[in-house]
C-alpha cells in the first residue's frame, strides 16, 4: 500500500507492508490519503514538532555494506551532519566515502532514516537521490528548529 503525504519538498509515497514502513518515495502522484502513524509522523516533522521517528521501519534489501550505512545514517541526530569519509571511516574503510554515496542513494527510507544528513567533505551539498534543493531544504529546516529549541 502507498500513501501520499504532501510536504514542503513535495509530494511524498509513503510504502507501507501492514504497519511498516518499507520505502519513502520523492514526487509520488498517487497514493491513499487514510490517515497512518507515518504520515501523521512526516507531518509533524516538517511542522517542526517532531525530531525522532517512532514509526516500524524495515530496511529491506542491501548489501552488507549498504545496510552498515543505513544504520550509521539512523544514528545521526537531528540537526546535525556527518560526512561521508566520516561514515567510511566509523566502517573501517576510510577510502570508502564514495561508496557511502552509493549506499545513502540506495537507502529506501529516506527523510525517515536521514540519509540528507550526510554531506561531502567540509560540508559541501553533494549527491541526493531527492535532489540537492530538497537535500538543502530538510537540512535548513532541522538546524531552523534545533536552534529555536536550543534558545528556547
Known sequence: MQLLVESPIGPLGVVLDGDTVVGVRFGASYGSSAGHPATEQLAAYFAGTLTDFTVPVELRGGSDFERAVWAQI???????MIT????AKALGDPGAAR???????H?????IVPCHRVVGAGGKLTGFGGGLPRKR???ELEARIALQRAWS
Do not use: S
Request: aromatic share 8%; glycine share 12%; charged share 5%.
Open 74 to 80: 539512523a544514528a545521526i541526530p537531528y540537526g546535525e
Open 137 to 139: 531544504q530538510l537540512l
Open 99 to 105: 561508496a557511502v554515496g552509493t549506499a545513502c542513494n
Open 84 to 87: 561521508y569519509g566520516a561514515i
Open 107 to 111: 537507502n529506501p527510507v529516506p527523510v
